[in-house]
């Protein structure tokens, strides 16, 4: 690899030299061909630097290369962009909910999801759980739920969810809205063989030997969701493409924490999926830079550094940084100050901020730099604290689903940026205890109850603070009857799994007779009696389309 050319390199080369350009690492030796042409450029290039400065002459460079890609112009990828949304605010699509309605039951689930973990460690239960994975990722799920997750009665066949498993209590909160669990169950949570009485308890993570008629596929955190979910896509393409079911109306979502990517198998079969082009996958990873121990990347970037890997795998990346409050601060940004404090500001300096105030984020965040200090001189406290991350903006998240829908060739996978705790309160929210965190007190309860606004009063949760209530505010509520209306136009409820399947009638007899009759006067050797027996059932009309020989190295 030669040394990049520097500054005081000449603009103009001789005819004969082969100009060393290096991008991205990649050295690509071409010639020059028109010297003259070549100083034209490099002059003008130089001359916009001195007029416009670096941020514009970085901007035209990026619009270059995004024309260049339009134009087909083979040239390396960009590994990594901006610490920035990576859908423009004006190529967002109208959204089709109702916003508020959506709002509201989704902070029905929050508390109950919550609820039923806290309510799990009374005493004399105490069987732990988790509260804040569902919290960060909620907005992610309901998006799904609501506008993409296509059940078994799809016309075409319905999706494949694997669920973060950690945030299993949010979906059996959901489930409680929909009336398909109640709170004889709910309180079953982590009691599966304890908890008597009719449906027993819950597991606490998706596990369809642990709830059959529920879990469709079993996930947490080591690798098994993102390793599962390529294998079903590409299973999809699979039956698809051998004429045995149509699947081009199917998709597969896996939601996954950030730090459960750091596990090898959650990124072992990425270039897998990238190869065969299976753009029926999604992955979804709630990035709320936090894990077991404390931050994902501290001192580093864990949404960048997971851009950078899943472009060079070969995947379509969407990233859902920040919501829709930033956008007027992006788009008064003239000079690319805020851009430039997002792109050098660590994990670890996001999570002190979500950890004390908007005044301790004015300071020490736009405070860094007297031009994005300038920038929200006219907002309170309180409007930078209601500063959103992407991940729970509907509009953002609405809009990165529906371009990975659209998108073709590849797979995606969408970096969401969310706060680990969101709405459980100060004692919560970017908090690096908060993933250990199984309970909360009264005056937590009240705080929470304030956030999401639910009808429950003190007198009830003085009574008992050990077992608050659930809510649910009746299936006549125009928040349960939207709901419902919406799982019921996508096919039915999720998650959901089949246990029933139509059974197939090969006739085996002829098979096993012929490798029954061995070889002459020997005994048949094992691989020419499977041979035979395998060769038989390929010309079964049940079952001979559905075999895929595959010879081991023996």
Not at 311 to 337: Q, S, T
Request: proline share 6%; with cysteine; glycine share 10%.
């Amino acid at each position: 690899m030669t040394d990049q050319l520097d500054q005081s390199t000449p603009t103009t080369e001789t005819a004969n030299n082969r100009v060393r350009v290096i991008r991205e690492g990649v050295a690509s030796y071409l010639p020059d061909i028109d010297p003259e042409e070549t100083g034209e450029w490099l002059d003008s290039f130089d001359q916009l630097l001195t007029a416009a400065g670096p941020a514009r002459a970085r901007y035209l460079l990026l619009r270059m290369l995004e024309r260049a890609n339009e134009k087909h112009v083979s040239i390396p990828a960009l590994t990594s962009t901006d610490y920035v949304n990576t859908i423009p605010t004006e190529n967002e699509p109208w959204f089709p909910g109702d916003e508020d309605l959506e709002r509201k039951f989704r902070q029905f689930i929050r508390w109950n999801a919550a609820i039923m973990v806290h309510r799990a460690q009374r005493p004399g239960v105490g069987v732990g759980g988790h509260i804040s994975t569902y919290a960060s990722s909620a907005s992610l799920y309901e998006v799904g739920f609501n506008h993409f997750f296509r059940g078994k009665e799809h016309p075409g066949g319905g999706d494949q969810i694997f669920i973060q498993g950690h945030a299993s209590p949010g979906i059996y909160a959901r489930a409680f809205l929909e009336g398909r669990i109640d709170t004889h169950r709910l309180d079953g949570f982590r009691q599966e063989h304890s908890h008597a009485g009719l449906g027993g308890g819950l597991p606490s993570y998706p596990h369809p030997h642990l709830f059959p008629e529920f879990w469709e596929f079993p996930t947490v955190s080591m690798g098994l969701g993102p390793m599962n979910a390529i294998y079903q896509a590409r299973f999809n393409h699979y039956l698809h493409d051998r004429g045995i079911k149509d699947t081009s109306d199917q998709h597969v979502w896996a939601f996954l924490g950030d730090g459960e990517m750091d596990e090898p198998e959650s990124r072992a079969y990425a270039s897998l999926a990238a190869l065969e082009g299976l753009d029926n996958l999604t992955f979804v990873v709630n990035c709320n830079l936090q894990r077991l121990d404390g931050p994902v990347r501290g001192n580093g970037k864990i949404i960048q550094e997971l851009e950078s890997y899943f472009r060079g795998a070969g995947w379509n990346v969407i990233k859902v940084v920040w919501g829709r409050e930033w956008d007027a601060l992006l788009h008064a940004d003239r000079d690319g100050a805020l851009v430039n404090l997002m792109n050098t500001t660590p994990d670890g300096d996001y999570q002190t901020y979500k950890a004390n105030d908007g005044a301790f984020v004015r300071e020490h965040f736009f405070g860094r730099d007297p031009r994005t200090k300038d920038l929200v001189k006219n907002l309170t406290d309180q409007q930078i604290w209601n500063l959103k991350r992407g991940g729970h903006d509907y509009r953002k998240v609405y809009a990165a689903y529906a371009k990975a829908m659209a998108h073709k060739g590849q797979p995606t996978v969408i970096l969401a940026k969310t706060i680990k705790g969101y709405t459980l309160g100060k004692h919560f929210e970017g908090r690096n205890a908060t993933h250990q965190m199984k309970k909360l007190t009264l005056d937590d309860l009240k705080d929470f109850r304030d956030s999401t606004r639910i009808p429950i009063t003190d007198a009830q949760l003085e009574e008992n603070p050990y077992l608050p209530p659930y809510y649910h505010p009746g299936p006549d509520a125009p928040e349960i009857k939207y709901m419902l209306d919406r799982r019921k136009s996508l096919g039915g409820f999720l998650p959901s799994r089949r246990t029933t399947a139509k059974p197939l009638h090969p006739d085996v007899s002829r098979a096993l007779k012929t490798a029954g009759k061995g070889s002459g006067k020997q005994h048949v050797a094992t691989t020419m009696a499977l041979v035979r027996i395998f060769k038989d059932l390929l010309r079964d009309k049940e079952i001979g389309h559905r075999i895929v020989p595959i010879i081991p190295d023996e």
